[in-house]
């Protein structure tokens, strides 16, 4: 079995005449999208900074896919892929695309707490072709369980691959859920308490990393 997503070594162990900015509703609160379109977090800073140095810590993660290694053309094939782009951006894109609530993703990130216990041992994983650092694969197929799980959402592949800023096929996106799902044992469910838990967690790590 390829272990695209994660590699554990379980195998080895008011009206105005003044014009006024357009907004869109974020988890944070209302933001102007002219601020948005120069922001590379998409308003979410805070949060995808958080959810990426979990990431990075826990898993042993690149912050930045290793594009040097790639072949040029290997960027623009029949694959239709995007450009690599930081963890950090990832996750804020994945967080505006898709509008859901905090709920979603506090309980991504409970999910691959879990994950890691489960496989203590478990790092991140460089993709062959591309050098994308695994740690967006990582969030992104806990988010899509977490998304189902709490939101009861129905995105079609093409949808999470326009979520995930064209970074990967409808392929990969299918077998890393897969994946994720069978490390998890299809345990995807995460209390409220686990929630605070996990958001007190990524507070204090937002806040050593300033």
Known sequence: MAYNAYHPTRMNSGASSRAVAPTVSWQQGTIP????????????????????????????????????????????????????????EFIGHIIHRTRLSESVTLSAIALLARFKTRFPHAKAKVDQYR???????????????????????????????????????????????????????????VPVAELGATKDMLRNIYGNAE
Request: charged letters at 15%; hydrophobic letters at 40%; one cysteine or more.
């Open 33 to 88: 999208t002219s601020i948005i379109a120069a922001d590379p977090f998409y308003g979410h800073e805070r949060t995808a900074k958080s959810c990426a140095a979990f990431i990075l810590r826990a898993f042993s993660c690149l912050d930045y896919p290793l594009s040097s290694m790639i072949p040029a053309p290997a960027l623009d094939t029949a694959t239709s892929l995007s450009p690599p782009v930081s963890l950090a």
């Open 131 to 189: 050098g994308l650092g695994t740690g967006h694969r990582l969030f992104l197929s806990a988010f899509m369980i977490a998304s189902k799980t709490i939101e009861d959402n129905n995105y079609s592949q093409e949808s999470w691959r326009i979520v995930s800023h064209y970074q990967f096929s409808a392929h990969d996106i299918s077998e890393m859920e897969r994946e994720m799902l069978y490390y998890l044992q299809w345990v995807v469910n």
